[in-house]
């Protein structure tokens, strides 16, 4: 008589979705009830004394915000399943990939500081004209060329990381709103971002499984008419703000403002370490949660993770206008520490599924609350017209480590996953040395940051 093993197919508690959900709320509830300053902190639920242009303007901005991070996510949602579904062997997407970090380190790294002489409205619709690209080219070809998605969603998402925000920034001092009414909008771009992923995961999933064969193609109708709703905006909502100073001007400006100040060196390699981490855990969590031939519902993971987030992400203006105001050096210290931790565990020591999902949550809380702390530094730093040159030196240095990675444990299989996994926690605990350095040398930024 036979034994039938049943096999059990791990996926998170429902009360962890709750969880996350609840305490995202009650962050923002309860914000302006504990807060010195409630008018300051959104104008989410007492708009009285923030003024209406601002709200207009920010609001404006997080709702495209929000679509171009759909669209972000729809391409990423299926990621080496859609591969495999055309016939792509590994390799191959281990090569697109490598391609695409590529293209980011090589093309990207010049479109921060084209976006900042011609203007980053231009630089925002090449985004939207590159996902719409994509997106038609999915539809029209059953098979498409792997390396030419991969290049432009690569170039794409190097947009995504500098381009928004260098406007939106721009354009909120063109306008002379009050500079510490930054710190919100940074903040809440972090959640909308994260809660946008969730949706486009949710959206994706919907398309894919609409008809009785899974059709990966699908989205990237979503895509199309995500991208031509945002082409149409920008185009006659946005105004330009372009750098009107010629490119002899700008090369001596970033050499003395940039290059010449060790404490953007500082901010721009704990970015690079954040970039490199985010990357490692994008394309190592599953492995990882996975092996033994562990089976789980990897779909129902990652929400866990963006929530996660966005909890993080709500935990800014608690430190920075709460009860008790924590300069940014002094949080981001502990926040990368927390992190290198983490990933030290996962690379070191054998864990179940649960604690695996509790740690890379708690990596993704602390990527929330980092994300937006790290833009606010940038303002009282770097100077607008040199934002967007700056936050690609800030990730070139991750693109590079990436290709190298790929290229080594990806490819040739030189090194595990272990050891990309520490390679990145050694750069979070380097990250949060130069937040102590940067601590330590003072802030003396290039405007005054006003607090209220």
């Known amino acids: 008589m036979g034994i039938v093993i049943e096999s059990e197919v791990w996926e998170p508690k429902p009360s962890l979705y709750i969880f996350l959900l609840c305490s995202s709320l009650f962050s923002l509830i309860l914000l302006p009830y504990f807060t010195k300053n409630s008018n300051r902190t959104t104008g989410l639920f007492d708009p009285s004394g923030v003024p209406a242009s601002f709200l207009r303007f920010q609001r404006s901005f997080l709702l495209i915000y929000s679509l171009v991070s759909v669209m972000e996510g729809l391409g990423s949602v299926f990621g080496e399943f859609e591969y495999a579904s055309h016939g792509i062997s590994r390799e191959q997407i281990v090569l697109s990939l490598c391609v695409g970090s590529a293209a980011s380190l090589l093309i990207g790294s010049l479109l921060g500081i084209l976006g900042d002489l011609i203007g980053q409205k231009k630089v925002c619709l090449l985004f939207c004209v590159l996902h719409l690209f994509v997106g038609i080219w999915k539809r029209l070809t059953m098979h498409p060329c792997v390396w030419v998605a991969s290049i432009c969603l690569a170039v794409a998402s190097s947009i995504f990381s500098f381009g928004f925000e260098t406007w939106m920034v721009a354009e909120h001092e063109k306008l002379g709103h ?254 949060a040395g130069c937040m102590h350095v940067l601590k330590k040398w003072g802030k003396q930024p290039h405007q005054n940051w006003h607090k209220l």
């Open 178 to 431: 009050r500079q510490d009414f930054l710190s919100d909008t940074f903040w809440l771009m972090a959640f909308s971002e994260s809660a946008s992923h969730i949706g486009s995961q949710v959206l994706a999933n919907w398309l894919a499984d609409s008809s009785n064969e899974q059709r990966f193609d699908f989205p990237s109708t979503a895509v199309i008419f995500l991208a031509t709703i945002c082409l149409i905006y920008v185009t006659r909502e946005w105004k330009e703000s372009p750098n009107v100073s010629s490119i002899r001007s700008y090369k001596m400006s970033f050499s003395t403002i940039i290059l010449g100040d060790k404490r953007v060196w500082l901010l721009a390699w704990a970015q690079a370490c954040l970039q490199f981490s985010i990357m490692v855990i994008w394309i190592l969590w599953a492995p990882t949660v996975v092996a033994d031939g562990r089976e789980v519902k990897l779909g129902m993971i990652y929400p866990c993770f963006m929530g996660a987030r966005m909890l993080g992400s709500t935990a800014v203006p608690w430190f920075t206008g709460g009860p008790s105001p924590v300069r940014s050096e002094d949080y981001l210290l502990f926040a990368f520490i927390v992190n290198a931790i983490v990933l030290s565990i996962v690379a070191y020591d054998y864990q179940e599924i649960g604690v695996l999902v509790t740690l890379f949550c708690v990596f993704h809380a602390c990527v929330g609350l980092i994300l937006p702390s790290l833009a606010r530094l940038r303002t009282m730093y770097v100077p607008n017209e040199l934002r967007g040159g700056m936050i690609n030196l800030s990730t070139a240095p991750a693109n590079a480590a990436m290709v190298f990675v790929l290229i080594q444990g990806g490819y040739h299989r030189n090194f595990g996953n272990a050891t990309i996994m520490a390679f990145a926690a050694f750069g979070l605990f380097s990250a």
